[in-house]
């Protein structure tokens, strides 16, 4: 399900020289480049790993529809820098019910281990619960991806055993 809503924050300071930002056609070696010396590690959990390395000008065209997608208020992909330097990647979307976000997120491979992901789900929980119209987050992964599960049990998200399958683990938090 889809709800359009208005745009959410273009760009979200995080602490310790996180930046949680809408990306840039500037970004787009770096992206490259970070994505592609990572693709091992991504591709067991990202489904669009299988579609990398794309070529700049899809890359291009990807972030236009990003920029589209954003605007519509349906959602916001982020890149993620940590003292300037491109770290991952992070996403807001409205497509789990009225009140909802479900976030997403990766990390390069080399700054998996140092708790950037959970900093940076806090950040976009908080975020988001600063919005007046959202009153819940989830977080769904594959339910053999222990370290995203770690993630969202380091902040305190609720396993969803009704919605979770043995294919899919879902995790809810309500805003308090
Ligand atoms: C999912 C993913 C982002 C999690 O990354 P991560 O590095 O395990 O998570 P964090 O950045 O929060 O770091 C947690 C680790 O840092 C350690 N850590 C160090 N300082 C920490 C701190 N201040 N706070 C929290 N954890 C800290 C934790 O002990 C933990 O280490 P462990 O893995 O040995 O238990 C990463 O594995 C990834 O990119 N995977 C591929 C993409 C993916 O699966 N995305 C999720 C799809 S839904």
Known sequence: MTIS???????????????????????IPAMAE??????EHLR???????REPLSDDRRRRMFRRWDAYWAAGRGAVYGVLLD???????????RVGPGGLDIGYWLGRDHVGR??????????????????DVTFLEISHEAT???SAAVARR???????????AEVTTWRLDKR
Do not use: K
């Open 5 to 27: 809503s208005p745009p959410l924050p273009e760009r979200i300071e995080g602490p310790d020289g996180l930046v949680i930002r809408r990306w840039l056609n500037a970004d």
């Open 34 to 39: 970070l994505i592609t010396s990572s693709l």
């Open 44 to 50: 067991p959990w990202m489904a669009w790993a299988d």
């Open 84 to 94: 300037g330097q491109l770290i991952g990647g992070c996403a807001l979307h409205r």
């Open 115 to 132: 708790g950037h992901a959970t900093r940076i789900c806090r950040a976009l929980t908080a975020t988001a619960f600063a919005l007046d």
């Open 145 to 147: 991806n222990e370290s």
């Open 155 to 165: 902040l305190g998200f609720d396993l969803v055993a009704e919605r979770s399958t």
